[in-house]
Nanobody, 125 residues
Framework: QVHLVESGGGLVETGDSLRLSCAAS????????MAWFRQPPGKDREFVAA???????YYADSVKGRFTISSNNIRNMVDLQMNSLLPEDTAVYFC???????????????????WGQGTQVTVSS
């Protein structure tokens, strides 16, 4: 059984940093992709960042330059370093994984078959 567990969320102020971690168990996703999505209050789930086999990384325009995604293949984990946080970053952040992913669908929640429970990130102004 595959499980993804996020950690590292919390309540911070504008300009602060947080580091989210996602631990995967049950299988490795080194040949697929792992990603972060977020869902602000009252809004749809949106793409944040992804790490794809081969080491390629992808970011939403809203976080590019502030967030960094990284993976540890040995530990089967993926992290999201979030710097210069803004109130609009407030959301529930979800870790997602896929055995395989079509490049054109990399930013779509439907491309990922496994999800964590989410961790709350709140940025006060």
């Amino acid at each position: 059984q595959v499980h993804l567990v996020e950690s590292g969320g919390g309540l911070v102020e504008t300009g602060d940093s947080l580091r989210l971690s996602c631990a995967a168990s049950g299988r490795t996703f080194r040949d697929g992709a792992m990603a972060w999505f977020r869902q602000p209050p009252g809004k749809d789930r949106e793409f944040v960042a992804a790490f794809r086999r081969g080491g390629s990384t992808y970011y939403a325009d809203s976080v590019k330059g502030r967030f960094t995604i990284s993976s540890n293949n040995i530990r089967n984990m993926v992290d999201l370093q979030m710097n210069s946080l803004l109130p609009e970053d407030t959301a529930v952040y979800f870790c997602a994984a896929s055995n395989t992913v079509i490049l054109s669908a990399l930013r779509s929640p439907g491309a990922y078959g496994y999800w964590g429970q989410g961790t709350q990130v709140t940025v006060s102004s």
